[in-house]
């Protein structure tokens, strides 16, 4: 089984890779993050032509998070249970979604950014972050297979951008979110992707020449439950398909998973 994520930044202008990088790859879930669309917008039919069904919550052209199954969709939420709410008047955005692929519980994440370490986005950020931890143990605690895969703003080490300096003071590299994101593996996730990917990078910024210059960081990231991890036999970052134009600011992430014993 081959599952996938892969933050698409904005998927109406870029159904058309989306869909052709599936049939290329053969993959079998494919989780996505930044939709950026309504789901009255969201572009089903070019999915569904090819043997996928979709599952989407979107709210506005920010944000946006979808599961694409040709293993059959089940059991959708579009939040998961306390997850904390944004704006003057709190609401739930559009940035977690599971379903059931396969066996699996596959949840697409958009982890907020944070903006700045003094702006109350990071405060929220890591509310969301310790939300998500309390929701991770109960998964593990059910036994069920679960991944939680996406764009989780946050680079967990050093050597996971292309300069330390560079982001001293900044959001994704500080201590808070790194432990938040710690204790979230801690209830017993593990990273998927790091063994078989030393030193690759998952994201580059459309400015500065960040993708040739190969200035970029590893945000992208798949944590599987333990009937997950014992599944990996290989995972991979397709750095192709940051190239071109039209291309996403962020690059496919596949994890392969043997049949259940």
Not at 26 to 52: N, R
């Amino acid at each position: 089984m081959r599952i996938a994520t892969w933050n698409v930044n904005s998927i109406r202008a870029r159904v058309d890779r989306v869909t052709s990088w599936l049939e290329r790859n053969d993959v079998d879930v494919l989780a996505m993050q930044e939709t950026k669309c309504k789901d009255a917008q969201f572009p089903h039919l070019p999915f569904e032509a090819i043997g996928y069904e979709v599952a989407h919550t979107g709210l506005s052209q920010w944000n946006g998070v979808a599961v694409v199954s040709r293993v059959g969709i089940e059991d959708v939420e579009t939040a998961f249970e306390a997850q904390p709410g944004w704006g003057e008047q709190l609401a739930t955005e559009a940035r977690a979604l599971g379903a059931t692929c396969g066996g699996v519980r596959v949840w697409s994440l958009y982890v907020p950014n944070g903006r700045t370490i003094v702006d109350p986005h990071y405060t929220y950020k890591l509310e969301w972050l310790a939300a998500l931890r309390a929701s991770a143990a109960s998964w593990v605690a059910s036994g069920t297979p679960t991944m939680l895969l996406g764009d989780w703003n946050i680079a967990p080490l050093d050597e996971d951008v292309w300069d330390r300096e560079f982001f001293e003071g900044s959001t994704h590299v500080t201590a808070p979110e790194r432990e938040a994101l710690a204790a979230i593996e801690a209830t017993g996730f593990t990273e998927l992707t790091r063994s078989y990917t030393p030193g690759e990078y998952t994201y580059w910024d459309y400015t500065q020449l960040r993708f040739p210059k190969r200035q970029g960081m590893r945000i992208d990231l798949a944590l599987g439950s333990p009937e997950v991890t014992a599944r990996v036999t290989g995972a991979r970052i397709d750095r192709e398909e940051r190239k071109g134009k039209g291309a996403s600011d962020h690059a496919p992430v596949v994890v392969e998973l043997a049949d259940p014993a």
